[in-house]
């Protein structure tokens, strides 16, 4: 079968033909539906130096994946061939602490693994089939297209972990501020906050499509990204500032602005890879703000991302490309051409 896999730092992925794989003990083999494109493979494309990252080269790119189970190893139980099905992307050891609750993104055993999931050091979805190493990292779907599902296994999961932690913060009468709000996992968290929270939303972003994307999936505000945009969104807040705010691209421009926006005791999470810091002393940020990364989210969240978007709470807006114009998506979205979430259809 034909995979986009990553044969080289610091260069584009390649076609190159595997064979098609078979599931041994406690695997599960899934026909890809879909594989969403994400903006951190370009990372991997242009980025990382060789042993930066515990990848073994080459492995087929795809980190968020919906199809259906094709087939399965001896030992599975609980799963039918045909079943729709996303595949829940970081996968770790199964037994440490965080494992056993579901907490795989935190995985304890990370390093001695040597990869991060599927797309992420192993065999991802921008192929016509992938092996699953076990059933437990596969959420069943009802009626979601798999081009809308597989973006909700980054793109939905990773903001909805982020704005779950924040709910404390988000009551009615506060103010999140979304920065990137166009983007593939912006777009989304506006969406999740109008779902589940009653708080005021302001997307930021950089190109007058973006903001329009914004406010047509249900932000209250949007403002333009640049030297305005502080006091822009203090004078939306009425000079408080903004309890919550997450920074999906995480260049030292939109972390200082997310800084100077959060109001105390307000929480600050930068989600985006861009490469930015922010210098941290006692006065430079307002007083008990909470400022954190994540990354991913868990199993369980997974299943509550799927029921919001079974129920119509929250739908990616989706960009289809065959395979074969696999890195005609990713030069789109280089080129910040994209809104929304390309998402890459094999022909098995």
Same mark, same amino acid.
């Given at each position: 079968?034909?995979?986009? +896999?990553?044969?080289?730092?610091?260069?584009?992925?390649?076609?190159?033909?595997?064979?098609?794989?078979?599931?041994?003990?406690?695997?599960?083999?899934?026909?890809?539906?879909?594989?969403?494109?994400?903006?951190?493979?370009?990372?991997?494309?242009?980025?990382?130096?060789?042993?930066?990252?515990?990848?073994?080269?080459?492995?087929?790119?795809?980190?968020?994946?919906?199809?259906?189970?094709?087939?399965?190893?001896?030992?599975?139980?609980?799963?039918?061939?045909?079943?729709?099905?996303?595949?829940?992307?970081?996968?770790?050891?199964?037994?440490?602490?965080?494992?056993? +609750?579901?907490?795989?993104?935190?995985?304890?055993? +990370?390093?001695?693994?040597?990869?991060?999931?599927?797309?992420?050091?192993?065999?991802?979805?921008?192929?016509?089939?992938?092996?699953?190493?076990?059933?437990?990292?596969?959420?069943?779907?009802?009626?979601?297209?798999?081009?809308?599902?597989?973006?909700?296994?980054?793109?939905?999961?990773?903001?909805?972990?982020?704005?779950?932690?924040?709910?404390?913060?988000l009551v009615p009468g506060?103010?999140?501020?979304?920065?990137?709000?166009?983007?593939?996992?912006?777009?989304?968290?506006?969406?999740?906050?109008?779902?589940?929270?009653?708080?005021?939303?302001?997307?930021?972003?950089?190109?007058?499509?973006?903001?329009?994307?914004?406010?047509?999936?249900?932000?209250? %505000?949007?403002?333009?990204s640049g030297p305005d945009?502080?006091?822009?969104?203090?004078?939306?807040?009425?000079?408080?500032?903004?309890?919550?705010?997450? %920074?999906?691209?995480?260049?030292?421009?939109?972390?200082?602005?997310?800084?100077?926006?959060?109001?105390?005791?307000?929480?600050?999470?930068?989600?985006?890879?861009?490469?930015?810091?922010?210098?941290?002393?006692?006065?430079?940020?307002?007083?008990?703000?909470?400022?954190?990364?994540?990354?991913?989210?868990?199993?369980?969240?997974?299943?509550?991302?799927?029921?919001?978007?079974?129920?119509? %709470?929250?739908?990616?807006?989706?960009?289809?490309?065959?395979?074969?114009?696999?890195? %005609?998506?990713?030069?789109?979205?280089?080129?910040?051409?994209?809104?929304?979430?390309?998402?890459?259809?094999?022909?098995?």
């Amino acid at each position: 079968m034909k995979a986009l +896999q990553l044969t080289g730092w610091k260069q584009l992925p390649q076609f190159q033909e595997v064979a098609t794989p078979e599931p041994g003990p406690g695997e599960v083999l899934v026909r890809i539906g879909a594989a969403g494109a994400c903006h951190s493979d370009l990372h991997l494309f242009h980025d990382f130096e060789p042993g930066a990252l515990p990848y073994e080269l080459p492995f087929t790119l795809g980190h968020e994946n919906a199809g259906v189970v094709e087939a399965f190893g001896a030992g599975v139980t609980g799963l039918d061939t045909g079943q729709p099905v996303v595949v829940y992307g970081p996968w770790g050891c199964g037994r440490c602490y965080p494992c056993v +609750q579901g907490v795989e993104n935190y995985c304890e055993r +990370q390093a001695e693994i040597g990869a991060a999931g599927g797309g992420l050091g192993r065999d991802g979805g921008m192929a016509p089939f992938m092996i699953v190493p076990a059933a437990r990292y596969l959420v069943p779907l009802t009626d979601l297209d798999p081009v809308e599902a597989a973006p909700l296994t980054d793109a939905g999961l990773t903001p909805y972990h982020a704005i779950r932690r924040a709910l404390p913060v988000l009551v009615p009468g506060a103010t999140a501020v979304v920065i990137g709000a166009g983007g593939g996992l912006g777009h989304l968290a506006v969406q999740i906050l109008r779902a589940v929270s009653s708080c005021r939303v302001i997307g930021v972003d950089t190109r007058d499509s973006g903001l329009e994307l914004a406010r047509r999936l249900g932000a209250h %505000d949007a403002v333009m990204s640049g030297p305005d945009a502080e006091d822009e969104i203090r004078e939306l807040t009425r000079g408080r500032g903004a309890e919550a705010v997450f %920074d999906f691209v995480g260049i030292d421009p939109t972390m200082a602005l997310g800084a100077a926006v959060v109001r105390p005791q307000g929480h600050l999470t930068v989600l985006g890879i861009g490469g930015g810091t922010l210098p941290i002393s006692f006065f430079s940020i307002p007083y008990e703000v909470a400022v954190s990364t994540t990354y991913w989210g868990t199993i369980p969240e997974l299943f509550e991302v799927i029921a919001l978007a079974e129920r119509g %709470d929250i739908t990616p807006v989706v960009h289809r490309y065959p395979l074969d114009d696999a890195l %005609d998506a990713y030069e789109a979205m280089r080129s910040g051409a994209l809104e929304g979430r390309a998402v890459i259809v094999p022909e098995a």
